[in-house]
């Protein structure tokens, strides 16, 4: 199974820019991967910020974007704000691949989490 | 309105089990995929399970294979994740989490419920 990797930590200047990362263990990660970001603060359940690499939700404040950026996913906060500071996850999709709406896939499917990344806004 | 509400805290004696339960409102659950997430005290998030009724689509996690358990009552739009054989190392937040596209999309995790506490000691 694959692992994903975080960084730790980073820190961001109030009104920065700052952009965390998502690699999987099993190679580059692509539009297949179907990457998702979630925020969670402490003691809160995590929200959804990204989904499908670069879609947003209807509640996911325009300052955060999803890519692909040097073979991760990534999530970019440009203006950060002091509400930001949270931990931050990232979920990669292994082994199906959705197209019209309709699942096709071969041996095993399966989710896996980052570590998350904490993120001080400092 | 909160799309998904989860059953109130517990504390249970090892070998014992707990059903969490899982209240979506505002939605036709059974046609989305619902996960089952699970974060240890300090640690990172942890896929435990997904199903999705309409397209008879459950997967449990090798990890959690033999031990879970997902079921869904229709008539109260109420999802269940039933966990047996407790230990202590199972003490944890547990999460719901949907999707909100019908079809294929198997690892989608939209919306969160608020979590449920399982604390397991002798």
């Known amino acids: 199974q694959a692992v994903v990797t975080q960084e730790p930590s980073l820190t961001v200047s109030p009104g920065g820019t700052v952009t965390l990362t998502c690699a999987s263990s099993t190679g580059a990660v692509t539009a297949d991967h179907y990457s998702y970001w979630f925020q969670q603060k402490p003691g809160q359940a995590p929200t959804t910020l990204i989904y499908d690499t670069i879609e947003k939700h209807s509640w996911t404040p325009a300052r955060f974007s999803g890519s692909l950026r040097g073979g991760k996913a990534a999530l970019t906060l440009s203006g950060a704000q002091p509400e930001d500071e949270a931990e931050y996850h990232c979920l990669l999709s292994f082994g199906g691949v959705v197209s019209d709406s309709e699942l096709s896939y071969s041996g095993d499917r399966y989710v896996v989490f980052g570590g998350g990344t904490k993120l001080t806004v400092l | 309105q909160v799309p998904l509400v989860q059953s109130g805290a517990e504390v249970k004696k090892p070998g014992a089990s707990v059903k969490v339960a899982c209240k979506a409102s505002?939605?036709?659950?059974?046609?989305?995929?619902m996960h089952w997430v699970r974060q240890a005290p300090g640690q990172g998030l942890e896929p435990m399970a997904w199903?999705?009724?309409?397209?008879?689509?459950?997967k449990v996690a090798q990890k959690f294979q033999g031990r879970v358990t997902l079921t869904t009552d229709t008539s109260t739009d109420t999802a269940y994740m039933e966990l047996r054989g407790l230990r202590p190392d199972d003490t944890a937040t547990y999460f719901c989490a949907s999707g909100l596209r019908g079809g294929a999309y198997y690892y989608a995790m939209d919306v969160w419920g608020q979590g449920t506490t399982v604390t397991v000691s002798s």
């Open positions: 505002g939605y036709t659950f059974t046609a989305y995929y």
């Open positions: 199903t999705n009724p309409h397209r008879r689509d459950t």
